[in-house]
Nanobody, 120 residues
């Protein structure tokens, strides 16, 4: 599985961005796709995940109610809609895949990162 992330950029606090992660290869209903981020000087952290089969989605507390993860089965793409962005959301965002099960926090595959910069 290959993952291609895009959509990063610079935005002012309170603004919105949408990240995309296009997947190629076999994706199963048991696959979970998700997003992580790594801010400068910090460890990579989980942001959001979604099961490919079904509609269950889950989020880190820090982004709940501001970020929405969704998927387009036809395009095999996962999106992360981010709103009410804060300077502390500044990070490189990575998409990831766990092929079997929901343990996205230990993914099997990583995509390249896309930089999100939020200015105050």
């Amino acid at each position: 599985v290959q993952l291609q992330a895009s959509g990063g950029g610079s935005v002012q606090a309170g603004g919105s961005l949408r990240l995309s992660c296009a997947a190629s290869g076999r994706i199963f209903s048991a696959t979970t796709l998700g997003w992580f981020r790594q801010a400068p000087g910090k460890e990579r952290e989980f942001v959001a995940g979604i099961r490919w089969g079904g509609s269950s989605a889950f989020y880190a507390d820090s982004v709940k109610d501001r970020f929405t993860i969704s998927r387009d089965n036809a395009k095999i793409t996962v999106y992360l809609q981010m709103k009410s962005l804060k300077p502390e959301d500044t990070a490189v965002y990575y998409c990831a895949a766990k092929m079997w099960g929901s343990e996205i926090r230990t993914p099997d595959y990583w995509g390249q990162g896309t930089l999100v910069t939020v200015s105050s």
